[in-house]
């Protein structure tokens, strides 16, 4: 009996400690000192972050150079002062937020915080310092504003062609500028740097050593996109991610209307129209890639000289991209999903900055002198992005590939074919 005793006792004597426990939090609550499990703040919005309007960078500085220096503003932003305000007017609307408990930040100060973050790659913490609004929400809405400028512009800027006139224009395009026809683009690869995704082991881990996802771009003879891929891991190759893109598969089966085959200027065979692309891509008749580096003789060394004229393009494509948007420099503190978001916006403007100021960075791109050297651009000395090959063996070229360029590999060494300075070309030192 007296153990039972003892035991009643015990339990009463829990039961008034719960209780008083209970009384305790409700009471902390009641004074809030916590709410949810979590302290509740002591300030909603610290106060050097509410001076932003009379220190910040966007109401301060920006404004200044608006006025005063449009060079420093295009420096400051790698983009006019008209671009910016275009830019402002069209995405507003799709980022303005309904005002609630808070005035919302204005459409103004967030285009021009992700403008700063795309042209600079700072990180999200410097960027709080210099415009004064918190870390925290400047990951949320540059995002954000990076999806609604891919939505505003998308089909005004990137415009895959679909009817064989629209490809014709691009293949005179490169015959005009590169002297190698029926060209419908040129194709490539490169690694957008990211930091490690949380539990994706080796998935987005590239053999360089980093972990990355996989721009592939198709670009026509004016440096613009044309087509892109964006968001496959990075431990795939660039025949990897043309392999499972639309545009293989476009490609193989006739779909993407691409003209039919046509004589070469001065010649009587018929010739598909083709893509450009480098040793990492499949060999086929929509695909022509330069002989391998070794053992050429002069007209398999003639070929890739010219080939090389129209695929170089694409590299002054990406040169130019990181050059003025130099977040793709760096590594993305963001998630492979805002990762690909920050990159289409990129790819964006860029095609809409060669719409509206074709010549801008000409004299960062790689140009011939007249005599067929080629004279390195500016981008080269900026900083570039990694290209995506493929480690292993790829899959071995179609017979109708190799034919293909055998034949153009005669017709550009034949009187027909040929350009003054392309002997030269292939003789001159290595820099």
């Known amino acids: 009996m007296d153990i039972l005793v003892e035991q009643e006792r015990v339990r009463r004597y829990f039961v008034r400690q719960r209780q008083n426990i209970i009384v305790y939090l409700a009471a902390l609550y009641d004074e809030g000192q916590f709410s949810g499990g979590r302290r509740r703040r002591s300030i909603w919005v610290k106060p050097w972050l509410q001076r932003r309007v009379f220190y910040g960078q966007y109401d301060t500085l920006m404004m200044e150079l608006m006025r005063e ?16 305000r275009e830019i402002l007017t069209r995405v507003a609307p799709r980022i303005t937020k309904n005002k609630q408990r808070r005035p919302p930040l204005e459409a103004g100060l967030k285009v021009a915080i992700t403008m700063r973050f795309l042209a600079t790659g700072n990180s999200y913490h410097s960027l709080a310092f210099d415009f004064r609004v918190a870390h925290n929400t400047i990951s949320l809405f540059v995002p954000e504003v990076c ?3 891919v939505a505003e512009f998308k089909d005004e800027v990137i415009c895959t062609p679909s009817t064989p006139d629209e ?15 029926h060209t419908c683009g040129a194709l490539d690869g490169k690694h957008i740097a990211i930091k490690k995704p949380k539990q994706s082991g080796s998935q987005f881990y590239n053999y360089k050593g980093f972990f990355s996802i996989v721009l592939l771009g198709l670009v026509d003879a004016d440096y613009k996109f044309l087509w892109a891929n964006i968001g496959a891991n990075g431990s795939s190759s660039d025949c ?13 089966e006739g779909t993407l209307g691409l003209p039919p085959p046509e004589p070469l200027p001065f010649d009587d065979r018929n010739t598909p129209y083709f893509l450009v692309g480098d040793d990492a891509f499949p060999l086929r008749s929509y695909l022509i890639k330069p002989f391998p580096h070794r053992f050429l003789d002069h007209d398999e060394r003639i070929f890739n000289y010219r080939c090389s004229r129209a695929r170089r393009v694409v590299e002054n494509a990406f040169g130019i991209l990181a050059a003025r948007f130099r977040c ?6 963001t998630t492979p999903r805002n990762a690909k978001r920050i990159t289409k916006a990129c790819l964006i403007l860029h095609n809409l900055m060669r719409d509206r100021y074709p010549s801008l960075q000409n004299e960062d791109l790689d140009h011939d002198d007249g005599q067929g050297d080629v004279v390195p651009g500016a981008w080269r000395n900026v900083g570039v992005l990694d ?15 190799k034919q293909l360029r055998v034949y153009l590999k005669h017709y550009y060494c034949s009187d027909v074919g040929r350009v003054p300075w392309q002997e030269a070309a292939i003789n001159m030192p290595l820099r």
């Open 328 to 333: 793709l420099l760096t590594t993305m503190q």
């Open 387 to 401: 290209d995506v090959n493929d480690v292993a063996r790829g899959p071995r070229g179609t017979r109708e590939g």
């Open 167 to 181: 490809w014709i224009e691009v293949a005179n395009k490169f015959r005009r500028r590169w002297d190698f026809h």
């Open 240 to 252: 990897g991610v043309f392999n499972r893109s639309s545009l293989e598969p476009a490609l193989r």
């Open 147 to 149: 999806e609604a400028i």
């Open 69 to 84: 220096s449009r060079g420093d503003f295009k420096t400051y932003l790698r983009m006019e002062p008209e671009m910016f």
